[in-house]
Protein backbone atom coordinates (compact mmCIF):
# COMPACT_ATOMS: atom_id res chain seq x y z
CA UNK A 1 0.00 0.00 0.00
CA UNK A 2 3.04 2.32 -0.14
CA UNK A 3 2.28 3.99 3.28
CA UNK A 4 -1.27 4.96 2.71
CA UNK A 5 -2.90 2.15 5.01
CA UNK A 6 -3.35 4.97 7.61
CA UNK A 7 -4.73 7.29 4.95
CA UNK A 8 -7.36 4.22 3.97
CA UNK A 9 -8.02 4.13 7.52
CA UNK A 10 -8.60 7.64 8.74
CA UNK A 11 -10.57 8.62 5.74
CA UNK A 12 -12.69 5.87 5.46
CA UNK A 13 -13.85 6.62 9.40
CA UNK A 14 -14.26 9.94 8.45
CA UNK A 15 -16.44 9.60 5.04
CA UNK A 16 -18.76 7.16 7.26
CA UNK A 17 -19.53 9.94 9.79
CA UNK A 18 -19.99 12.68 7.05
CA UNK A 19 -22.22 9.55 5.06
CA UNK A 20 -24.20 9.20 8.46
CA UNK A 21 -24.92 13.34 8.16
CA UNK A 22 -25.60 13.72 4.81
CA UNK A 23 -28.20 10.65 4.49
CA UNK A 24 -30.07 12.33 7.94
CA UNK A 25 -29.17 9.26 10.39
CA UNK A 26 -26.78 11.42 12.69
CA UNK A 27 -26.67 15.47 13.74
CA UNK A 28 -23.99 17.26 13.55
CA UNK A 29 -22.61 18.04 17.84
CA UNK A 30 -19.67 19.42 19.31
CA UNK A 31 -18.31 15.77 19.77
CA UNK A 32 -18.54 15.02 16.21
CA UNK A 33 -17.38 18.18 14.39
CA UNK A 34 -14.10 17.97 17.28
CA UNK A 35 -13.91 14.48 15.81
CA UNK A 36 -14.28 15.13 12.31
CA UNK A 37 -11.31 18.05 12.56
CA UNK A 38 -8.88 15.33 14.38
CA UNK A 39 -9.73 13.28 11.15
CA UNK A 40 -9.02 15.55 9.37
CA UNK A 41 -5.66 16.69 11.02
CA UNK A 42 -4.45 12.76 11.15
CA UNK A 43 -5.82 12.31 7.49
CA UNK A 44 -3.44 15.23 6.48
CA UNK A 45 -0.50 14.41 8.32
CA UNK A 46 -0.98 10.55 7.21
CA UNK A 47 -1.05 12.30 3.48
CA UNK A 48 2.05 13.98 4.14
CA UNK A 49 3.83 11.01 5.58
CA UNK A 50 3.01 8.53 2.85
CA UNK A 51 3.96 11.08 0.47
CA UNK A 52 7.48 11.72 2.01
CA UNK A 53 7.30 8.32 2.40
CA UNK A 54 7.68 8.32 6.22
CA UNK A 55 6.40 5.92 9.17
CA UNK A 56 2.99 6.38 9.19
CA UNK A 57 2.04 8.11 11.79
CA UNK A 58 -0.12 6.72 14.82
CA UNK A 59 -3.92 7.32 14.57
CA UNK A 60 -5.38 4.97 16.28
CA UNK A 61 -6.39 7.04 19.11
CA UNK A 62 -8.24 9.41 16.33
CA UNK A 63 -9.58 5.67 14.76
CA UNK A 64 -11.30 4.89 18.15
CA UNK A 65 -12.66 8.44 18.86
CA UNK A 66 -14.25 8.32 15.65
CA UNK A 67 -16.08 5.48 16.30
CA UNK A 68 -17.02 6.03 19.66
CA UNK A 69 -18.30 9.32 18.12
CA UNK A 70 -19.97 6.74 15.93
CA UNK A 71 -21.65 4.83 18.03
CA UNK A 72 -23.04 7.81 20.36
CA UNK A 73 -23.64 10.60 17.62
CA UNK A 74 -27.78 9.75 17.89
CA UNK A 75 -27.30 10.60 21.45
CA UNK A 76 -25.46 13.55 21.53
CA UNK A 77 -27.37 17.72 21.73
CA UNK A 78 -27.03 18.97 18.32
CA UNK A 79 -25.55 22.30 17.36
CA UNK A 80 -28.36 24.89 17.51
CA UNK A 81 -29.74 25.00 13.98
CA UNK A 82 -28.00 21.95 12.42
CA UNK A 83 -29.78 18.96 11.21
CA UNK A 84 -29.18 16.95 8.38
CA UNK A 85 -27.05 17.99 5.62
CA UNK A 86 -28.72 18.27 2.09
CA UNK A 87 -26.18 17.47 -1.36
Known amino acids: TMGYDAVERVAHAVESLLARVRAGEASLSHPLVEA ?3 GADA ?20 LARLAAVAESVEDSPPLAGASAVQA
Not at 48 to 55: E, R
Open 43 to 62: LDAAVDAAVASDDPPEVEHV
Open 36 to 38: LLD
